[in-house]
């Protein structure tokens, strides 16, 4: 199983990017997904989850209502829409599949992308 994300940059405060991460080798709906970010000196942190049907959706509080994660199973593609983006925001952003088709935001990820880098400027 293979993980390709892109559509990072360096982006202005208020401004939006959008993630995309390409998965391959198995049927991707089977997967359940998330993205998740880690910071320059901090611990990976979960940012959204989606079930492999997409009918199940989680979110960090810290994104909740600026960012939204969705999935195209016919594209075997995973994307995370951000708005109002934040200085804070600024990391590299993983997306990963899940041990569980419907992942929350306690659940394992055993498959990885290499990251995608976010800056958000202020």
């Known amino acids: 199983v293979q993980l390709v994300e892109s559509g990072g940059g360096l982006v202005q405060a208020g401004g939006s990017l959008r993630l995309s991460c390409v998965v391959s080798?198995?049927?991707?709906?089977?997967?359940?997904m998330g993205w998740l970010r880690q910071a320059p000196g901090k611990e990976r942190e979960f940012v959204a989850a989606?079930?492999?049907?997409?009918?199940?959706?989680y979110y960090a509080d810290a994104v909740k209502d600026r960012f939204t994660i969705s999935r195209d199973n016919a594209k075997r593609t995973v994307y995370l829409q951000m708005n109002s983006l934040k200085p804070e925001d600024t990391a590299v952003y993983y997306c990963?599949?899940?041990?569980?088709?419907?992942?929350?935001?306690?659940?394992?990820?055993?498959?990885w992308g290499q990251g995608t880098q976010v800056t958000v400027s202020s």
């Open positions: 080798g198995r049927t991707f709906s089977t997967f359940g």
């Open positions: 989606i079930s492999g049907s997409g009918g199940s959706i």
């Open positions: 990963a599949a899940a041990r569980s088709l419907y992942p929350t935001p306690q659940s394992e990820y055993h498959y």
